[in-house]
């Protein structure tokens, strides 16, 4: 006789307090998501190996805005840009934007001095709402980083591209 099994599983959302987000987190970076906890809905927070930001963070981060999902993200980023590690939003550079759902992904990329760092980048995803709901970074300290130096190929690619291809941003032309 075969008997079989039925197994639930169940989502958990626990709201986060600072006190239970102590270790592995700087003080820094405590105190930042404090701040957020009290304007909006943290689900899960992911940190970074080094324990001076956050690697990932889920929730309802910010409150629904008819605003485009690009203005969405770059202000939440503005405005907590220090939970990720990000001295200047003015560093960051919008690559792409596209939707998945009704929901849209807005992609940029870490620049220093306008050169984007390979790898070093931030994406957001914003809901039909314009609410942020997850948001994932890779980025870099600059100070980490050293002298930028370009062979003269490579000074002379970059140029030619932007004299025959002037920089224009991916149009979102979605909320």
Do not use: C, K, W
């Amino acid at each position: 006789m075969t008997r079989m099994h039925a197994v639930g599983v169940a989502l958990v959302v626990v709201t986060l307090s600072a006190s239970s987000l102590a270790q592995p987190y700087s003080p820094q970076v405590v105190e930042a998501l404090e701040d957020l906890s009290n304007q909006s809905t943290v689900e899960l927070v992911s940190p970074h190996d080094d324990g001076e930001r956050i690697r990932s963070l889920r929730g309802r981060l910010t409150t629904p805005s008819s605003d485009s999902a690009r203005v969405v993200f770059r202000r939440f980023l503005s405005e907590h840009g220090t939970l990720f590690g990000l001295p200047d939003v003015a560093d960051l550079r919008v690559t792409r934007t596209f939707d998945i759902g009704d929901s849209r992904v807005v992609r940029m990329v870490q620049t220093v001095d306008g050169i984007p760092i390979v790898g070093a980048r931030v994406s957001g995803l914003v809901d039909h709402e314009g609410q942020l709901r997850f948001v994932t970074q890779s980025l870099v300290d600059p100070t980490e980083l050293g002298q930028v130096v370009l062979s003269p190929v490579d000074a002379a690619r970059i140029a030619s591209v932007a004299l025959i291809r002037p920089h224009v941003e991916p149009s979102d032309d979605h909320a």
